[in-house]
């Protein structure tokens, strides 16, 4: 079945490093792959996506590209700050079609950003 | 847009209460999906719904639990006799249908059983 594996966290940083969450996948297909990231107390919001082999998905300075060939998923954000401080998740759609079935989600990194 | 709203935020409860737990999708939208949150497990989908209909309920744990549908605008995920290990964050999401529609959450039922 589909998976997807990220780092284990917590991962700590210090405000405006370069932050790098990896995260791959096994699927069969050509999934769509998401960034959502959970703050305290809330829900998980959509942060970024890409639907196809070498899009990249990017929003609020975090950046992530499809690669089909190292099935990968990667996020990046090149100057990290304190209120991005939450937990990251990696997540991936099957291809199957016939209408949306759910995503399969890493376990999440915890990221923390100290000033 | 109110986005997804579930209620209670919190409940605690005794072991072998029922708890029901709710969810209002977002209008519009034709998939609903419950999740489980813990630390050890982390996310985990129990069933899901398109246009009112159950298609998966592979992954809910036991018999305890059941979910229902009656219209578009409304979801129950029910456990009885809940017990300690159903302590959790429940998710109610809701989307478009389509592969790469994206599931917009609501702020979950924190869920201790005693």
């Known amino acids: 079945g589909d998976s997807v594996t990220q780092m284990e966290g917590p991962v700590t940083l210090s405000e405006e490093a370069f932050l790098t969450i990896n995260c791959t996948y096994t699927a069969t297909g050509y999934p769509s792959l998401f960034w959502y990231v959970q703050y305290p107390g809330e829900g998980l919001q959509l942060l970024l996506k890409a639907t196809k082999a070498d899009d990249k998905g990017s929003n609020k300075g975090f950046e992530a590209t499809y690669r089909k060939e190292t099935t990968s998923f990667h996020l990046e954000k090149g100057s990290v700050q304190v209120s991005d401080s939450a937990v990251y998740f990696c997540?991936?759609?099957?291809?199957?079609?016939?209408?949306?079935?759910?995503?399969?989600f890493g376990k999440g990194t915890h990221l923390i950003i100290q000033p | 847009d109110a986005g997804v709203i579930q209620s209670p935020r919190h409940e605690v409860t005794e072991m072998g209460q029922e708890v029901t737990l709710r969810c209002k999708p977002i209008?519009?939208?034709?998939?609903l999906f419950w999740y489980r949150q813990t630390m050890m497990r982390g996310l985990e989908l129990l069933i899901y719904f398109n246009n009112n209909v159950p298609i998966d309920d592979s992954g809910m744990p036991e018999d305890r639990f059941s979910a229902k549908m009656p219209n578009a605008s409304f979801s129950t995920l029910k456990i009885q006799p809940s017990e300690p290990r159903d302590s959790a964050v429940y998710f109610c999401?809701?989307?478009?249908?389509?592969?790469?529609?994206?599931?917009?959450f609501g702020n979950g039922t924190r869920l201790t059983v005693t």
């Open positions: 999401a809701s989307s478009l249908t389509g592969v790469a529609s994206p599931l917009h």
């Open positions: 209008s519009g939208h034709n998939s």
């Open positions: 997540a991936l759609s099957g291809d199957s079609g016939g209408g949306a079935d759910g995503l399969t």
